[in-house]
């Protein structure tokens, strides 16, 4: 018998790789794609007479607007703002208002203020700080890709073969058509569907496959735990079937008696630590 207490005391606080922090490929592409009206505008820096500077582009290069959002460091082509006046839908891909609403724009939310007392040099420079910091809210993705990766790496090193051995993000009723098996006690019979993150094919059992890294506490992990024990129960007297989890981290701490209740009853749960240990040859194979 497995201590709960031991095997969660393996966990590790990070997997994070050398790209993890920012993707800098996807931020320069990004950049590159409006690196032409960022410097358009660049010509707004410093400028003696910014207003007229401005719509005067407006006119000449209307396609410079779009810039605008990702200055306030927003993806959206749509901005609303309201002042004593009213408020104001702002419309940045298909122009909705007269230039001198954008001229409004611009200077109440500060951008004529940085450009004119020259706070900074280049917008090209300023929009790739910006992207920078946005990239960083791509972590939690990443960190869930992270797994992922990290337990295909060791599907692949125990010698199964991607679509034939094992497969990726397999949902219910492509598991049951394949292989010709009854999964409705997981499906609400058929009423709804679950996609796993890996299936492999064993000699006599199909297994499904969870995988998950959690670095800090949340109302999530309890209910991860939560809705894995009950596909555990819902799949125990399955003899062609059996549930597979993989997941780490120290955000479990503070969530280890939801987890515990799943380990006490998921015999295939594991971490970071088993997957090292060779947990794929000695059991899924």
Known sequence: MRNFDTWLAGFRPSIADYKYYVDFDKVFN??????????IL??????????????????????????????????????????????????????NCTNEDYVKFMRKTGLFDLMENHIVNNLVDYVTGIETGLDSNGRKNRGGHLMENLVENFLCKAGLVKGVDYFKEMYIHEIEVKWKIDLSSISNNGSSEK????VVKGEKTIYGIETNFYTSSGSKLNETARSYKTI?????????????????????????????ETFDVLEYLYNIADLESGIISRVLI
């Open 30 to 39: 990004n950049v590159d794609a409006i690196r032409i009206p960022l410097n």
């Open 42 to 95: 660049n010509s707004l820096i410093r400028s003696k007479n910014i207003e007229n500077d401005f719509k005067n582009i407006l006119v000449q290069y209307p396609e410079t607007l779009r810039c605008i959002p990702i200055l306030l460091a927003k993806r959206e082509l749509d901005i609303k703002a309201m002042d004593e006046e009213g408020q104001i839908d702002f419309h940045f891909d298909k122009p």
């Open 195 to 198: 996609r796993f993150d890996f």
């Open 232 to 260: 555990t129960m819902e799949t125990k007297d399955l003899g062609y079937f059996k549930f597979v989890w993989f997941t780490d981290g120290c955000g479990w701490h503070s969530a280890k008696n939801n987890l515990k």
